[in-house]
């Protein structure tokens, strides 16, 4: 479908991409990956038209229709969401006027036979097929739909769209193009803007999208669960994998292994043959010997090993000093800006060593609890206090808001720093990659991901018993991610983060606070049990709406204009209330069951992963190499020995209790 062949994009004396070639068939759903400034988002640009390349070609059928939707846009203004959302339809809008035009020109006409009249009658077959290929919906539902799935509510469908942020306005970008069905869709960070529900929804649209997609993204399960295909771009050239990410990643590792192994078993071969021809070069009896292993030395088809790009941060967070037992504590809070409610009565407890996520739609409050725990906002009612000794790591969400543009990599640490660490700040900068020349650019010129990476940085300038993290990973690379996540873990203070991202969540946190409808509710469990009760609870309130709408009206019929979008509602069932000290009981042991099976969740994974390395030890010891140290290894098998034994007690301990 499209074509691609002998691309190169140069800058001067720097190439960006060097001649690259891939084709993008109907049915391909491709992650483009690399690190920041690879070229990822150059490539979606010269695809649509938007930017030409310094040589090659891109090849595409006419009338291919592609929907792109860049890290940056501009927004209109002037209509409301529902409005401006409702001009992906207008091609559907000049199809119907067409019909109606020639229905016209057909019952005003009598020249049955004329071949204008039969091409008449074969333009309104066209038109007619095209729209019955939809589904039945009509364009007023499938916008509300796709409205509600990305996070907006009824109440917002009138709004004007100036009165939204710009995150919000990428929402009804994002939802036009959608709505527009095109053959291609070429994705840039569409997540970046969207909270964790509607990135959930939107993986579920993707997954049942009919067409090519191309993305960029940093979630690597977002990745995982959307693509069937990794495109890797590496300083300037790319390698093209048939699988999902996640498969990329190791079927990469065993092409860079096998590359390597080739590549060393070749030049021992040369090494010998050369030692062959300069020992026996000058022996008449095995000239004959030399000069046919010099013949196939100059034939041999040498290995070359791909150049890779192995520069990572290098995160470690310094210890912390030791803060009281309750870190954080809220009761009964409200917070409020004027005219708004955002949240009320509000019960939190953060304890020390806990890592804590804030999760819920944007707008709910997180952000409002963030600058609470910060001291820049006191709550409208109740009590919100910080706990003895508790120092503040604070990493805003826009860190362009943060840092001063007018001031250098290096000064921007070199101002707030104090003590030893003033001439320790070039490695700093090192281990989050401002090297060389890089440390003395200025703000203003550095990309999302460096901004990201000079504010993370700053935390390190001195020691944090709490880590208040505002999206800490937006626009970063997913290698980046994943060593900052691995900080973060081995962190020894207490965390509070505001995060999207479904992969660093999992595994790090051990509480969630969601933020839903002005309240805030403390979930205990993993973030994968959160997400698949919140999607099921989702799908049935859209069954329930939409099929009350259709019932209603017929099928295929959308309620009219002027009828407000939650007239047709269910009535909610009724709970029936009970006292608060059996509500007390019911939720402790509630509590205690989910901590149970979390501890048991827990073992079972550490006990696959001890069974499968004293599996590599056991293989290892049998036929052990050349480098292996066997003392070594077998240490290592009766330490893990130890710990799957005392694992398997716990173990059985606590199935014990679940089960009785």
């Known amino acids: ?374 001291g820049e906002l006191d709550p409208t009612e109740g009590e919100s206090r910080l706990g003895y000794n508790v120092d503040i790591g604070y990493f805003a969400q826009n860190q362009e808001d943060i840092l001063d543009k007018n001031e250098t990599v290096f000064s921007t640490l070199d101002r707030i720093a104090v003590g030893d660490i003033r001439s320790k700040l070039r490695d700093l900068l090192a281990q989050f990659l401002f090297r060389g020349e890089d440390i003395d650019k200025r703000v203003s010129v550095l990309s999302g991901g460096e901004r990201a990476r000079l504010g993370m940085a700053k935390l390190m300038l001195q020691p944090h018993n709490l880590l208040a993290l505002d999206e800490p990973t937006n626009h970063m690379d997913i290698k980046s991610k994943d060593i900052l996540k691995q900080a973060l873990k081995s962190y020894d203070g207490t965390m509070v983060v505001v995060s999207h991202d479904r992969d660093f969540l999992n595994g790090l946190v051990d509480k969630m606070y969601e933020f839903r409808d002005g309240k805030v509710k403390e979930h205990l469990g993993s973030v994968e049990e959160f997400l698949e009760k919140r999607k099921i609870e989702n799908l049935q309130e859209l069954e329930r709406r939409f099929s009350t709408q259709l019932d209603a009206q017929g099928t295929g019929t959308s309620r009219p204009s002027d009828q407000p979008a939650s007239a047709k509602k269910e009535p909610e069932t009724p709970v029936r209330s009970s006292s608060k000290e059996d509500f007390a009981a019911r939720k402790a042991v509630s509590k205690e069951g989910r901590k149970l099976k979390n501890r048991v969740d827990y073992l079972e994974r550490e006990i696959s992963k001890t069974e499968k390395r004293m599996g590599e030890i056991e293989t290892r010891l049998a036929n052990p190499g050349k480098d292996d140290d066997i003392m070594d290894l077998t240490r290592e098998y009766l330490e893990n020995k130890r710990a799957l034994d005392a694992m398997t007690d716990e173990w059985g301990s606590l199935i014990e209790k679940i089960e009785g």
């Open 1 to 374: 479908m499209i074509s691609i062949g002998g691309l190169t994009v140069a800058y001067g004396g720097f190439t960006l991409l060097d001649n690259i070639d891939f084709h993008i068939s109907e049915t391909d759903k491709i992650g483009l990956v690399g690190k920041n400034g690879a070229g990822k988002s150059t490539i979606m640009k010269l695809i649509c038209g938007e930017q030409s390349p310094t040589s090659g070609h891109i090849d595409m059928p006419s009338g291919l229709r592609i929907g792109y939707l860049p890290q940056i846009m501009q927004h209109h203004r002037g209509k409301t969401v529902m409005e401006e959302t409702m001009t992906a339809f207008q091609d559907v809008k000049d199809m119907e006027a067409e019909m109606e035009a020639i229905s016209s020109q057909l019952a005003e006409r009598t020249d049955y036979e004329s071949d204008s009249y039969l091409a008449l009658i074969s333009r309104f077959n066209e038109i007619s097929d095209i729209l019955a290929l939809d589904n039945g919906e009509t364009p007023l539902v499938k916008a509300e739909k796709t409205l509600l799935g990305l996070g907006f509510k009824d109440s917002d469908f009138s709004r004007k769209t100036e009165t939204f942020s710009q995150g919000w306005n990428m929402r009804i970008e994002l939802a036009k193009i959608l709505l527009s069905s095109p053959d291609v869709l070429l994705l840039d960070e569409p997540t970046n803007h969207l909270d964790i529900e509607s990135i959930e929804w939107l993986e579920d649209y993707l997954k049942a999208y009919r067409g090519a997609l191309v993305l960029v993204s940093h979630d690597r399960r977002f990745l995982d669960n959307v693509t069937n295909r990794t495109i890797e771009i590496m300083l300037g050239h790319i390698h093209d994998y048939k699988v999902s990410y996640s498969k990329y990643l190791v079927l990469r590792e065993e092409r860079m292994a096998q590359q390597m192994a080739a590549f060393q078993n070749q030049q021992r071969m040369i090494e010998k043959t050369e030692d062959f021809i300069a020992k026996f070069r000058y022996k008449p009896t095995k000239s004959n010997q030399v000069q046919s292993r010099i013949k196939a030395l100059e034939k041999l088809d040498r290995i070359e090993v791909d150049e890779t790009d192995r520069a990572t941060l290098t995160v470690k967070f310094p210890p912390s000093p030791r803060s009281g037992d309750v870190v954080f504590k809220a009761t009964d809070m409200t917070a409020a800006y004027p005219g708004k409610t955002v949240f009320t009565h509000a019960d939190i407890e953060i304890r020390r060593g806990e890592k804590v996520a804030l999760i819920g739609r944007n707008g709910e409050g997180k952000t409002t609890l963030m600058r609470i725990i910060m």
